[in-house]
């Protein structure tokens, strides 16, 4: 029988108390980080490589409980992927992209049989799973035809499943494309790079008032840094990153301008003004900008490609996923399953152990897509995912506070932030109310044994290892975390995640590695140089299909809870006010999105999913 919510310092069952808390603790704990450098050989075994590299840079929890397995209905939502992604291959067969129909469909048959069997026996099905989920597509994409490319080949890929709209962009006017280009840094798949320049750009990007005026005739550079309407993206922390042999990866610099509103603009436009392909300018790496033909094309890849990276390894994998596991396996094990934290916590921890699980033994294993389709080698990947990790902190990372420091709240056009913002002030509000219905003082905060042994544990070196998470001493604290937490698992996660296979699906507008180098004046200015820069079909294919299956399964929606969660009948009011401020917020979404130059729906509140589990 479930028991009323209660602070552990006002519970009168402190036996049974203590009891569920020392079953949960035996149920859940961290993968222990190595001491030791790996065997020469770990790398041979994929589970013991897997296991080793993680534990060196990030904290796992060491086994899925079965509470956290997927569900059939979870495993149902796959099937019916797979389902859609054969017909899209058998199509594909049609349209010149060649895949082995008899090979394909032993492995589909064999993985599905062996999760069938897996099932009636009772076993965990997160170990099957994975070949229903990621191993099939690098099987097919090995398979595919790779032959001298073009664009249409990769528009060929989506034979039965519908195009996205960045295909149809990408055949556009150059200054379409450019549009579009500046626009995937404000409502795109990676919005979390751009920041607004104060002072004069860095020394070593050299672009010139001459250079900017050519670009933006009638303004100049120094009044766009003056009036705060110039903006940079550095992708410096990917210089020097090992880069996996065949690929290129770069770590350049990419200048945008708010251009005043103009006969062309009536309301003004974000616009690309320079690309740099390195972080030192040398002839090898010069200053591109739109005026460059192919060239700029390629300029343009190059930051690309580089946003594709930081995007897979540090604001998804590590800025998401990483970020929330640490909290879920210090929830589990030290706060009692009816701790009001706990209470309102669980419900958004739903199957993120399982699909970290998943992704650990298959993503980001050895042979896994995020080797073969991004441009690091796996470790550099890991390693990138892991450095994001020691900045996490509540009261920095959240929404408002990230785009202010980043100078990004009063740029006119920015749809990540409109729509999130209100989604954040409904996360925080609710979470306020709610836990005002149990704590009076900041005092009784400071007495939660359980909430500060979560805490702690979460921001230990040898526990969650999210070393820069403050101290929770007041309510407000309390709520600023619990707020992050939740806020993280769903309204972040969803930004980051589902426009993922619309961006990247279509391999031209987005890539995970280059496939020849970046432009200099040598370059032939010629759309062959261009294209060469692209995927062979088969890496093209495996993105396709990987991207596919991320942006395709939504299991839960913010703010809707399974009947029963809350059994306390204060909580209602609160939770209705949460519900009412989601719709109020999609509500305004609809009316902005009509007039937007690509439609923004990742943050209507009806598609906002509620934890991560994919």
Not at 140 to 150: G, L, P
Not at 327 to 351: C, G, M, Q, T, W
């Amino acid at each position: 029988m479930r028991r009323d919510p209660d602070l552990p310092q006002n519970d009168p069952k402190q036996k049974a108390r203590e009891k569920e808390l020392s079953h949960r603790a035996s149920d859940y704990s961290y993968v222990p980080a190595p001491t030791e450098e790996a065997p020469d050989n770990v790398r041979e075994d994929n589970d013991e490589w897997v296991k080793y590299v993680t534990a060196k840079y990030l904290a796992l929890a060491e086994k899925i409980h079965f509470s956290d397995e997927y569900t059939p209905k979870y495993i149902s939502k796959v099937l019916k992927l797979r389902v859609e992604m054969k017909l899209n291959h058998f199509k594909s067969e049609l349209e010149g992209i060649s895949v082995s129909k008899a090979e394909d469909t032993a492995l589909e048959s064999d993985g599905a049989a062996r999760l069938a069997k897996a099932m009636l026996k009772g076993e965990p099905p997160h170990h099957y799973i994975r070949d229903l989920l990621f191993g099939h597509s690098k099987a097919a994409s090995k398979r595919a035809v790779d032959k001298k490319k073009s664009l249409a080949d990769y528009s060929r890929l989506f034979a039965t499943i519908d195009k996205t709209p960045i295909i149809d962009w990408m055949s556009r006017s150059t200054a379409e494309r450019d549009l579009v280009f500046a626009w995937q840094r404000v409502a795109g798949v990676n919005p979390m790079v751009m920041r607004r320049q104060t002072e004069k750009l860095p020394d070593h990007f050299p672009v010139t008032n001459e250079i900017f005026s050519r670009v933006i005739p009638g303004d100049s550079l120094d009044a766009a840094l003056g009036e705060g309407r110039l903006y940079l993206c550095d992708y410096a922390a990917l210089d020097g990153a090992e880069v996996a042999a065949g690929k290129y990866l770069w770590a350049p610099m990419a200048l945008f301008a708010w251009r005043k509103p103009s006969g062309a603009a009536p309301t003004g436009a974000l616009v690309p003004v320079a690309i740099q392909c390195g972080q030192v300018p040398s002839a090898d790496s010069p200053i591109w900008t739109p005026f460059d033909g192919y060239r700029w094309e390629m300029a343009k890849r190059v930051v690309q490609i580089a946003d594709a990276n930081h995007h897979q390894a540090i604001a998804h994998l590590g800025r998401t996923h990483m970020t929330v596991e640490p909290f879920i396996v210090s929830a589990y094990r030290k706060l009692a399953p009816n701790h009001p934290v706990s209470i309102l916590l669980e419900p958004h921890f739903d199957y993120t152990l399982a699909i970290n699980n998943t992704a650990a033994h298959a993503l980001i294993a050895p042979g896994g897509a995020v080797e073969s389709v991004l441009a690091g080698t796996l470790e550099t990947s890991i390693k990138l995912s892991a450095s994001a990790l020691p900045g996490c902190n509540a009261g920095s990372w959240r929404p408002d506070v990230e785009l202010a420091n980043r100078g990004l709240l009063d740029l006119p056009t920015h749809p990540y932030r409109d729509d999130m913002l209100p989604i954040w002030a409904a996360i925080h509000n609710w979470v306020n109310e709610y836990l005002r219905l149990y704590y009076s003082t900041d005092n009784e905060v400071i007495l939660d044994t359980e909430v500060q042994a979560w805490a702690n544990e979460v921001r230990s070196p040898i526990g969650g290892r999210l070393t820069n998470i403050s101290a929770v001493q007041t309510i407000e604290g309390l709520v600023e975390l619990v707020s992050f937490v939740i806020w993280t698992a769903s309204a972040q996660h969803a930004a980051i995640n589902y426009p993922q296979f619309p961006f990247l699906g279509y391999n031209p507008n987005i890539a995970g590695a280059g496939f020849a180098p970046a432009p200099t004046k040598d370059t032939p200015d010629t759309q062959d140089s261009w294209v060469n820069m692209m995927a062979p079909m088969s890496n093209a294919l495996l993105q396709f299909d990987t991207l596919y299956q991320l942006s395709g399964i939504r299991m839960c929606i913010l703010g809707e809870y399974r009947r029963g969660t809350f059994i306390d009948e204060r909580i209602e009011p609160a939770l209705e006010k949460f519900q009412s401020a989601l719709r109020e917020a999609e509500k305004a979404n609809l009316a902005r999105d009509s007039e937007r130059l690509m439609s923004y729906p990742w943050l209507r509140s009806s598609l906002v999913t509620g934890s991560i589990h994919i």
